[in-house]
């Protein structure tokens, strides 16, 4: 058995590469753990550009992991929306906690300590401790897993997982571990693709046993679900207002969010939709119709009994919202544009969609 790439020889070209083709992200910028911790737990999941726009704004309002403690949870949730799986943002703030209470504010510097927190696998554990603390902790997530299995030619087999985390150590750089962690991961995302990797581009090309010719491993194939909500708007003096309700604190996904009111997958109502669109959470595709109703009609339709409220146009941002209530409120023109100033704008001056009159 080929006993793989000289580890060398690996990091020179990798590390070489790397400082010719990262990508200038913010978090590559600092070595402050607490930022990097954020950034990675932001990074689990989710596409790069999603988390671009939301992790400035967040470190503006939680600039430190003291001000993260203190926040109220809805808060940290209302920062969170539009980045999905939502108990990251639950557990980070958790940990937040546990870190001003019961470490004086300050972050373990090893992967072993850093485990320990509630929140932290071995991939952010192993990502802080080597790019914020510089210990040679190998970080496997899963461009890290494919460009080793295609490096090795590696098929699936039960002792696989153990030869990835062996390998990963091997070739890690002690001297720069971070760096080279962010290489690698930068390697997997941008050239060694899932589908069609760029071999052509690939400074270890010359070290990898097969050069994209390796089956990559099967998707999922998507579920496809319909639901259906509805939106419903109020005009008062000081501007127009939305009703929401929020998620049973003991729903499966997403508890305690707010959201439209739900009507179930298909509603009864006569009208069509006025907006429809796709929203897709792990691995299901949701097929969502939006209704512009009144009050009268919800409650004929409604299949919740949830608490519902009325908001104004200025406070949704500051709400903790799902990302599809956040998505719709925005292709609605509900969304207080960034410049206006309270008191609660207009919802709309060119809205396009004709509503039920007598909502409220
Ligand atoms: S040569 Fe191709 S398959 Fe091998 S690591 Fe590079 S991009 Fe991936």
Redesign the pocket.
């Known amino acids: 058995m080929s006993t793989g790439p000289s580890p060398r020889e690996f990091r020179r070209l990798l590390l070489n590469w790397f400082a010719e083709n990262a990508r200038d992200l913010p978090w590559r910028r600092s070595r402050d753990p607490y930022s990097i911790w954020v950034s990675e737990i932001m990074l689990q999941q989710t596409r790069v550009a999603a988390v671009l726009e939301h992790y400035h704004r967040f470190l503006r309002r939680f600039p430190s992991v003291q001000d993260l403690a203190a926040a109220a949870e809805d808060e940290v949730l209302a920062h969170w929306s539009g980045l999905g799986y939502y108990r990251r943002a639950r557990l980070l703030h958790r940990t937040a906690q546990v870190v001003v209470n019961e470490m004086d504010g300050r972050l373990p510097q090893t992967a072993a300590e850093l485990r320990a927190l509630p929140g932290v696998g071995d991939y952010t554990s192993a990502a802080i401790a080597s790019i914020a603390f510089g210990e040679a902790a190998a970080c496997i997530d899963g461009n890290v897993e494919r ?1 080793l299995r ?2 090795r030619a590696w098929h699936e087999d039960s002792g696989l997982r153990t030869k990835i985390r062996e390998e990963a150590a091997r070739l890690l750089d002690p001297g720069r571990p971070g760096d080279f962690n962010q290489a690698m991961m930068e ?1 997997g995302a941008t ?2 693709l899932p589908r069609s ?3 052509l581009q ?1 400074p ?2 010359g070290l ?1 046993a ?3 010719e ?1 089956p990559a491993r099967a998707r999922k194939p998507m579920r496809a679900r319909e639901s259906a909500y509805a939106f419903l708007l109020r005009k008062r003096n000081r501007g127009d207002e939305v009703l929401l309700e929020r998620r049973p604190p003991d729903a499966t996904l997403m508890p305690g969010m707010w959201e439209m009111p739900a009507l179930g997958p298909k509603p009864a109502s006569e009208d069509a939709p006025i907006l429809t669109l796709r929203h897709s959470i792990t691995d299901t595709n949701y097929f969502v119709s939006i209704y512009g109703l009144n009050l009268k009609e919800l409650r004929r339709l409604s299949t919740t009994t949830t608490a519902r409220r009325w908001f104004a146009a200025s406070e949704l941002p500051t709400l903790p919202l799902t990302g599809l209530a956040r998505k719709v409120l925005k292709r609605l023109h509900a969304w207080p544009d960034p410049g206006e100033a309270s008191p609660a704008p207009a919802l709309s001056r060119n809205r396009p969609i004709a509503l039920k009159p007598g909502a409220d």
């Open positions: 460009v295609r490096l390697l050239v060694c990797p760029l071999c690939c270890v090309c990898c097969t050069r994209g390796h």
